[in-house]
């Protein structure tokens, strides 16, 4: 007996599942005109519309790969920086709006800044009508990077410069005093009395004096080349005492020896300031070699909008819309010619009506 139920059963069940696949197609063919309908009048509706967007223009600046990466993407979307290039490009009457959040917000709907795991590359994709506007905010946008890198000293090299540069302002400060101090009528007098072996002396001392202060402690790589200066040191200081005795007689010594430390002074700090210069320019380099830029170039084809993906993405939503609707419209009608369906729409219509 249940040897015989099992097969029918089974038919049973297939029959049911024959039956509501048939219905599914039924209920698609009975509303075949809206199914089919709807997506295309969607899709028509949208090519039009997309017809009357505006063409989107994208420039590119490439940043090269760098162990900075991070830093550089934390100036590029740091507020202060994009608030003054939005004041700078007047962003908000560009886009057409108004307040410093909306134009914040349409400001990174355009501009974008993106790691590019093709190439490695940190890419600042800048969309807009214009082809040439385009590029010249991508441009500025590398510039403000630059700049700010620079001036907020985010990077080592960068660090290393600024300190150079605090000593240079001090090296500045002490030579401005020692230059007024020679100019004084009786040091100025007393100086001229050296000869230009002992003028040469006091130079050749200030400047071994100033290169060993910079180049002290730095390699021990220097040692030799600190170890022959300060040879050379010494016998300059024999040169110039020798110039000093033969000049006590005739002049005041206190007078003579000022005269002459002033003078060292001078020299010394005048080196610094020439040597520093140099090491503040080198620097310099290695910071604009440290960051590596290719400029955006005005794009000549479009990058938006994507005409064709709208009219597919339209009638795939009003396919689907479609499809739903006839399929609760059906579900809808059933329900009315089951009685017991009927009544219980009933209640839920009283139940919602109940106060």
């Known amino acids: 007996m249940s040897n015989d139920s099992t097969p029918n059963q089974l038919k049973e069940q297939s029959s049911t599942d024959d039956v509501s696949l048939l219905d599914l197609v039924l209920v698609l063919a009975k509303h075949k005109k809206k199914i089919i309908g709807l997506p295309l009048m969607a899709g028509v509706l949208a090519a039009v519309v997309s017809l009357t967007l505006p063409n989107e223009y994208t420039a590119t600046l490439k940043i090269a790969p760098s162990k900075n990466a991070a830093v550089y993407n934390w100036v590029l979307t740091n507020d202060q920086v994009l608030e003054e290039i939005s004041k700078e490009f007047k962003l908000a009457e560009h886009y057409g709006v108004k307040g410093r959040k909306a134009t ?15 190439d490695g590359f940190l890419d600042v994709n800048v969309s807009d009508e214009s082809p040439e506007f385009a590029a010249k905010l991508a441009n500025r946008m590398g510039g403000a990077l630059q700049s700010n890198l620079y001036t907020m000293r985010l990077l080592d090299i960068s660090k290393g410069r600024y300190d150079l540069e605090l000593r240079r302002d001090i090296a500045a400060k002490n ?33 071994i004096q100033a290169e060993s202060t910079l180049q002290g402690g730095v390699s021990d790589l ?28 005739a002049t005041n010594t206190g007078l003579w020896i000022a005269s002459v430390d002033a003078l060292q002074q001078q020299s010394y700090w005048g080196a610094l300031i020439e040597r520093l210069d140099r090491r503040i320019d080198l620097l310099k380099k290695q910071e604009r070699d440290e960051l590596k830029m290719t400029a955006a170039e005005v794009p000549d084809e479009k990058s938006g909008p994507r005409r064709a993906l709208i009219v597919l993405l339209s009638a795939f ?20 010619e089951d009685e017991t369906s009927t009544a219980l729409m009933s209640k839920i219509v009283a139940a919602w009506r109940a106060k």
């Open 222 to 249: 220097m040692q030799n080349e600190l170890v022959r200066m300060q040879d050379q040191l010494a016998s300059l200081q024999r040169l110039v005492v020798d110039g000093m005795k033969k000049q006590s007689s």
């Open 104 to 118: 914040r917000s349409a400001m990174a709907k355009q501009v974008k800044v993106a790691l590019n795991a093709k």
């Open 175 to 207: 030579k401005a005093k020692f230059d007024t101090l020679i100019t004084q009528p009786e040091m100025a007098s007393t100086i001229a009395l050296l000869s230009p072996a002992d003028r040469y002396g006091i130079t050749s001392l200030a400047a």
């Open 317 to 336: 939503a009003a396919l689907f819309g479609s499809v739903l609707w006839a399929f609760i419209a059906e579900a809808f009608i059933k329900s009315r």
